[in-house]
């Protein structure tokens, strides 16, 4: 019955573990979209399958993004330098209530309040015309 005690919290303590495992799972794909400012937020993702979702306020005229397309999207982050953008860019002379845009490339996101950064504003248009983003 000893025995039985430890075996028993050894098994409890191994239900929390892939729990813990999923929470911290890196971030992989591209995500985009817009929050803040006067107008409604949205989020769009594309897996590294390819397949695309839809959060708020937009719609997309392609649901799934093909392996050359993924292709072409990695090339723009890397022609782009985008793992060398800074987090946060705040330009300057943009009002405060124009809403924020964000680009999230595997774990690294730059926001972007304003349009002074030319080689974001390249991947964000790269990735809208890549699922065929219409604004609502």
């Known amino acids: 019955m000893r025995r039985a005690a430890p075996l028993a919290a050894l098994l409890a303590l191994t239900v929390f573990l892939p729990a813990a495992d999923a929470a911290q799972a890196p971030k992989t794909g591209f995500a985009f979209g817009r929050l803040g400012g006067n107008i409604r937020p949205y989020t769009v993702t594309i897996a590294n399958s390819g397949t695309v979702h839809v959060f708020g306020a937009v719609k997309v005229g392609r649901m799934h993004v093909t392996p050359v397309q993924l292709a072409a999207l990695n090339r723009v982050a890397t022609e782009t330098l985008f793992t060398t953008m800074p987090l946060n860019t705040n330009c300057s002379g943009t009002l405060p209530d124009i809403a924020t845009t964000f680009v ?21 248009k790269a990735l809208a ?6 604004s609502t």
């Not at 999230?104 to 964000?124: D, F, S």
């Open 104 to 124: 999230r490339i595997g774990a690294y996101t730059v926001r972007v309040h304003g349009a002074c950064l030319p080689r974001y504003q390249r991947m964000l």
């Open 129 to 134: 015309m890549s699922v065929r983003l219409v």
